[in-house]
C-alpha cells in the first residue's frame, strides 16, 4: 500500500505570496491532519479533516486554511505569506476512528524570503 | 506542566550502547505513539501500543497504562539510530489530534 505522499517537496515563495500544498492520505484512511514544524515550536497541530468535514483546528491564524476532497486528498493554503511561515509542513493521515494511529509523509520545506 | 513530557531531551552515547528514552503523560490515553525523525526529514512510526511490550529489531519499546509511562529502549546501538524520537498521544475525546512530547535527540558516535 502506498504511503502518505505530498507535493510539492521544496518550495520558496516571497512575502506577501500565498501557497497552497498538497496531501494524499494512505489509501482508506479518511482523516487528515495537518502540522507545522518549527526548530523553535516543534511539532504543532493546524487541523484535522475527516470525510471532507473539518474537526478540529489549532491555535493558527486565518491565514491558514484548508480543505478535504471526496477522495480523502488534502489541500492546505497559506495566504500572505510571512518570513515565520518557513517550516516543514507535514500531513498525516488515519483511518479517523478511535484508535487512530496516525502516518507521515515526508512533508514540505517552505521558504519564506 | 506540559502534558506529554520526554527525557532526556538530548543524548549521546556511544556505537554499541543500550539507550532508554522516556514518555510520561498526563492525559487519559488508550495508545501511544513513538516516532523517529532523521534531520531534515520526515516523521517514521515506530511503534503504536496500547499495553505491554513491542519489538522490532533493536527496537523495544514498553508501555504501563497505569503509571502513565512508556519507554523506548535501543539495544546495541549504531550511529543510523542518531535522530529525534518523539512520543506522541492521539486524543479522541471531543478532538481528533496527536499530542507531541518535546523529542530527544539522539547521537551515536562511531
Known amino acids: 500500500k502506498a504511503g502518505v505522499t505530498q507535493t510539492p517537496r521544496y518550495l520558496i515563495k516571497t512575502r506577501g505570496q500565498q501557497v497552497t500544498l498538497s496531501c494524499s492520505p494512505i489509501?482508506?484512511?479518511?482523516?487528515v491532519s495537518w502540522y507545522q514544524q518549527t526548530p523553535g515550536q516543534g511539532l504543532q497541530f493546524l487541523f484535522e479533516?475527516?470525510?471532507?468535514?473539518?474537526?478540529n483546528k489549532g491555535n493558527f491564524p486565518g491565514r491558514f486554511s484548508g480543505r478535504q476532497f471526496s477522495n480523502s486528498r488534502s489541500e492546505m493554503n497559506v495566504s500572505t505569506l510571512e518570513l515565520g511561515d518557513s517550516a516543514l509542513y507535514l500531513c498525516?493521515?488515519?483511518?479517523?476512528?478511535?484508535?487512530?494511529?496516525?502516518?507521515f509523509g515526508p512533508g514540505t520545506r517552505l521558504t519564506v524570503l | 506542566k506540559n502534558e506529554v513530557e520526554q527525557s532526556p531531551q538530548n543524548l549521546t552515547a556511544q556505537e554499541g550502547e543500550f539507550i532508554t528514552i522516556n514518555c510520561s503523560y498526563s492525559?487519559?490515553?488508550?495508545?501511544l505513539h513513538w516516532l523517529q525523525q532523521h534531520p531534515g526529514g520526515g516523521i517514521v512510526s515506530l511503534f503504536m501500543?496500547?499495553?505491554g511490550k513491542k519489538k522490532h529489531g533493536r527496537l523495544i519499546a514498553t508501555i504501563n497504562i497505569q503509571e502513565k509511562h512508556s519507554s523506548l529502549h535501543i539495544t546495541a546501538s549504531h550511529p543510523r539510530d542518531s535522530a529525534v524520537y518523539i512520543c506522541?498521544?492521539?486524543?479522541?475525546?471531543?478532538?481528533?489530534?496527536?499530542?507531541f512530547g518535546t523529542g530527544t535527540r539522539l547521537k551515536v558516535l562511531a
Open positions: 498525516a493521515s488515519s483511518y479517523g476512528g478511535r484508535i487512530y494511529e496516525q502516518f
Open positions: 489509501s482508506g484512511h479518511r482523516s
Open positions: 479533516y475527516f470525510s471532507e468535514t473539518q474537526r
Open positions: 492525559v487519559g490515553i488508550s495508545a
Open positions: 501500543l496500547s499495553s
Open positions: 506522541a498521544v492521539p486524543v479522541t475525546s471531543g478532538t481528533y489530534k496527536y499530542i
